[in-house]
């Protein structure tokens, strides 16, 4: 594995587990096998810039994972009633792992770390335009499919840190239903509308 | 202000801007005012005991929201979206405050403070139980109610988080309408349920 590689991995994993802030340089080196002098080489800003390069990758990967889960589902509320309890059977199983340190880390950094909090702001605003762009394909009106993946991720988000305090899956089991109870009122509007022409509804 | 009361409020403070790590005994002095002798007098645990009764305090406090922000409607749907509007408005204008230090915290040290983990459980499990015997006495059966509130928190969590980031009240404004339109559906239950003898159904 490369260098660079080995360095921005090694970061998002003392994240996930610890926070921005509990992670050090020192940790750094140990955990990635990679000297002090080659982390400032490869990033001249230091633990802010590898943080930055950890949430943009980990970010690019997790938004990767929208059509993996929900292309099987020919209903969208069904699918995310299942990507939910998918992820709640995952934290079990990893003894209620961190599944998202951009979530944490974005809400310990936001007043504190301004160069990190705009990093968290592109990554989320990635997630928002492929996310839109997902759910118009899957039939969804622009305003819908926006609000649909802001919906999905705050309740993902949230559910996560509640079951990682309680090491429980049932947080992770209520939004899911919450969040399939809001996707079939949307995939009910689908039915019924008459799509305007050129519309992308379909696909 | 008591002192212990001055030491807890400022530790609730620096949690809820720059998180659990990045607060050290000595700013908790600067900010309280009190000696470290008199933190350690009162809190013999050190900075995670101060730690843990700012959550528990912060927690007690957010719960009693809860019916003075629904009790206005009669409607659940129509209250949840205004909670979650009246949150984005509150961040804007505190320039994107963390309104919830429980949840950013609980997120930080889930996996490496074990009693602050357990004291974050604690007051997840209180929003739990009050939250449900809120909505309970709204007219939704236990389990809806259970439901109701873990995902009314998880969507509020997750919102924070994205609204923190982007600096946008968008997240919140997409998270409040999806949660809406799930308390609708269990509303609809309410309208078209025989109440059974002895319910805890209506107040």
Not at 105 to 117: C, H, K, Q, W, Y
Not at 190 to 200: A, D, L, W
Request: aromatic share 6%; charged share 20%; with cysteine.
């Amino acid at each position: 594995m490369e260098t660079v590689e080995r360095i921005v991995l090694a970061m998002a994993e003392l994240m996930r587990r610890q926070g921005y802030a509990a992670t050090g340089i020192n940790q750094l080196v140990e955990v990635s096998g990679a000297p002090t002098g080659s982390i400032y080489h490869h990033f001249k800003g230091g633990k802010p810039a590898v943080a930055a390069a950890a949430l943009r990758q980990t970010g690019a990967v997790y938004i990767e994972l929208l059509p993996l889960l929900l292309d099987p589902y020919d209903d969208l509320a069904t699918g995310v009633e299942a990507a939910f309890a998918q992820a709640a059977e995952d934290m079990e199983t990893t003894g209620w792992a961190n599944l998202c340190p951009v979530g944490t880390v974005t809400g310990e950094i936001a007043d504190t770390v301004p160069e990190l909090r705009e990093v968290a702001a592109e990554v989320i605003a990635h997630w928002v335009d492929e996310g839109t762009r997902y759910f118009v394909g899957r039939g969804l009106s622009d305003t819908d499919a926006r609000s649909a993946i802001y919906a999905l991720v705050s309740a993902l988000e949230g559910a996560f840190i509640l079951a990682r305090g309680q090491r429980s899956r049932e947080p992770l089991h209520a939004a899911g239903k919450a969040t399939a109870a809001y996707f079939a009122t949307m995939s009910a509007r689908i039915r019924t509308q008459v799509p305007e022409p050129g519309s992308s509804a379909g696909r």
